[in-house]
């Protein structure tokens, strides 16, 4: 019902930045919570940084003050810029959304992922 892609991820040297973007399409009555997950290998899918619907934004402590959360709702878009990139951000970072169907409970769906690389 809900199809999440993602982009801008890439090769980027210790300090740099990046600025993730995903756009969500499909059939549903509206978009709740959308958030970014990350996945280094051998390691558990953790929450990078979540928003509501309103804008209110949480952080993993490994990023506050350096990574932003915001979104379009009017663009179904939520973006990540990443800021003062370090070689332990390196990680496979997935778009997350929670939302509402035409009928039937809230469902959460995921997107297929982009690399993010940090290394000089």
């Known amino acids: 019902q809900v199809q999440l892609v993602e982009s801008g991820g890439g090769l980027v040297q210790p300090g740099g930045s990046l600025r993730l973007s995903c756009v969500a399409s499909?059939?549903?009555?509206?978009?709740?919570?959308m958030g970014w997950y990350r996945q280094a290998p051998g390691k558990q899918r953790d929450l990078v940084a979540g928003i509501t619907d309103i804008g209110s934004a949480n952080y993993a402590d490994s990023v506050k003050g350096r990574f932003t959360i915001s979104r379009d709702n009017a663009k179904n878009t939520v973006y990540l810029q990443m800021n003062s990139l370090k070689p332990e951000d390196t990680a496979v970072y997935y778009c997350?959304?929670?939302?509402?169907?035409?009928?039937?409970?809230?469902?959460?769906?995921w997107g297929q992922g982009t690399q993010v690389t940090v290394s000089s």
């Open positions: 997350n959304a929670e939302f509402r169907p035409r009928w039937g409970n809230n469902r959460v769906a």
């Open positions: 499909g059939r549903f009555s509206s978009i709740n919570a």
